[in-house]
């Protein structure tokens, strides 16, 4: 059973920073990509950063030079952070962790860790 467990979010300042983590676990499958998504209030989940076959990152345009996608090699490629710099309030959202698997294109989805910006 696939498993995607956030940390890291919370209150974080306008300009400041925060570091979200995944753990994924219970996969046995190839990954097409793998990274995070945000939603916040009324709006659509949308693509935030995402590591895609061959290590290729994706950033959504309003978090180019802010956030950085990186994942811990040392262990497996299965865990995955979000660095989040110059936080701006339209950042505040629910941040979910997504593995979407190659093949078949089923997305599993983590349970999301809020993320609030304040000035």
């Known amino acids: 059973q696939v498993q995607l467990v956030e940390s890291g979010g919370g209150l974080g300042q306008v300009g400041g920073s925060l570091r979200l983590s995944c753990a994924a676990s219970?996969?046995?499958?190839?990954?097409?990509?793998m990274g995070w998504y945000r939603q916040a209030p009324g709006k659509q989940r949308e693509l935030v950063a995402v590591?895609?076959?061959?290590?290729?990152?994706?950033?959504a345009d309003s978090v180019k030079g802010r956030f950085t996608i990186s994942r811990d090699n040392a262990k497996n490629k299965n865990t995955v952070y979000l660095q989040m710099n110059s936080l701006k309030p339209e950042d505040t959202a629910v941040y979910y962790c997504?593995?979407?698997?190659?093949?078949?294109?089923?997305?599993?989805w983590g349970k999301g860790t809020l993320v609030t910006v304040s000035s």
């Open positions: 997504n593995v979407r698997r190659e093949y078949t294109g089923v997305d599993y």
């Open positions: 219970g996969i046995f499958f190839r990954i097409a990509a």
């Open positions: 590591f895609t076959r061959g290590d290729s990152t994706n950033y």
